[in-house]
Structure formats: structure tokens, C-alpha cells
């Protein structure tokens, strides 16, 4: 990904990128990672297993993700209202 697109976590400092997911925006962490990923058939049974390289969502390594998730629409905390 572009360089450009690199911000920092208000929170922890963090490299993240923004992304639109379901309408919403939403931060992954900048480096890839890889991960395993099972390749199922029309059962769900797995027939085989790749090693691929994928983003992260940045709420699932920021020790500070709590207090930027919302419920019914509001914070969680009383934390600044910018993300």
C-alpha cells in the first residue's frame, strides 16, 4: 500500500490506514501479516490449507480499542470524539 495512506493511532502511535468496510470507516494496521486460511467446499468442509499475506484490523492490537469502539451509535468512553 501506498505510503501516502499511513496514519498514526491517536492512541497507541501505531502505524494504521483507513479503510471503508460496510459503509463505515475502519483502521487496519499498515503492516500486512500473514496468516493461515482454510480453502472449503460448498460444505464448509476444509480441503486445503494457503499461507497468504492480509491486513489486520487495528482494533484487534491497540491495547486502547475499547475506548474508540461505540455502542448504539456512542463511545464507549468519554474520550475525544475524533478516531
Known sequence: M???FVTKCKSCGADI???KYKDK???INAKPKKVFTSVE???GKILW???ISGWESHFSSCPDSNRW???DGKRTSPASSQV
Do not use: G, L, N, Q
Open 2 to 4: 501506498p505510503e501516502d
Open 49 to 51: 490449507w494457503e499461507y
Open 17 to 19: 490506514i483507513w479503510i
Open 69 to 71: 469502539r461505540k455502542k
Open 25 to 27: 470507516a475502519h483502521p
Open 41 to 43: 467446499d460448498e460444505f
